[in-house]
């Protein structure tokens, strides 16, 4: 129930392709869903972040698209760069656990110049 | 505003050894939540304090342990260590409103030999 899945484990992206990453949950309390960027010897950085009344939100060339009734949200990244290239990890949180994010397990993101 | 700051950034402990890692939030945060890291369990959830107080805890043995100060500054202990101990120790502060989102420190590099 607390389980977030997060896939693919790995992808691998030509430069000004479309990245997209998937997680899935089951736990319906959860009301936060953030997406965080980790660069090898860094903590991980917020990317963007949404709520379960929203469907889509847009920053830049990342995008989170939410389908509540599926469980399930994703991250686009538009004209992907090789400066994109890291771990990307989506996590949920719920106010019933106070501010404990659950993560996914994290994809390697590869984008080829 | 200044990010969160772990100390110390790496160390290097035998077994059955302790440790003591320290987090500064960023100012005017009172929430500090810490991570455990590693290849195999990904990005697991240690415990969370507020305003001096453990909030919620993770599913890890009673050889860690945390405390928070009234400056909010707040320092895990791990006792007895084990070669599984060996990890990334994240830190994350988060403000005061729920829309808030938690901001993450570089991290502790632990290493029992």
């Known amino acids: 129930q607390q389980q977030v899945k997060q896939s693919p484990q790995s992808l691998i992206v030509q430069k000004g392709g479309i990245s997209i990453i998937n997680c899935a949950y089951e736990?319906?309390?959860?009301?936060?869903f953030p997406w965080y960027q980790q660069f090898p010897g860094k903590g991980p950085a917020l990317l963007i972040a949404i709520r379960p009344d929203v469907s889509e939100k847009k920053e830049g060339r990342f995008t989170i698209s939410f389908n509540k009734s599926a469980k399930q949200f994703s991250l686009h990244i538009m004209d992907s760069q090789p400066g994109d290239s890291a771990t990307y990890f989506c996590?949920?949180?719920?106010?019933?656990?106070?501010?404990?994010?659950?993560f996914g397990a994290g994809t390697i993101l590869r984008v080829k110049s | 505003k200044a990010g969160v700051t772990q100390t110390p950034r790496y160390l290097i402990k035998t077994r059955g050894q302790q440790v003591t890692l320290s987090c500064s939030p960023i100012s005017g945060h009172r929430s500090v939540s810490w991570y455990q890291q590693t290849p195999g369990q990904g990005l697991q959830f240690l415990f969370e304090?507020?305003?001096?107080?453990?909030?919620n805890k993770g599913n890890f043995p009673g050889r860690f342990s945390g405390r928070q100060f009234s400056n909010s500054r707040s320092e895990m202990n791990v006792s007895t260590l084990e070669l599984g101990d060996s990890a990334l120790y994240l830190c994350?502060?988060?403000?005061?409103?729920?829309?808030?989102?938690?901001?993450f420190g570089p991290g502790t590099r632990l290493t029992v030999l």
């Open positions: 994350a502060s988060k403000g005061p409103q729920r829309t808030d989102t938690q901001y």
């Open positions: 736990n319906t309390a959860f009301d936060y």
């Open positions: 996590a949920a949180r719920t106010v019933i656990y106070g501010n404990k994010l659950v």
């Open positions: 304090y507020f305003s001096e107080t453990q909030r």
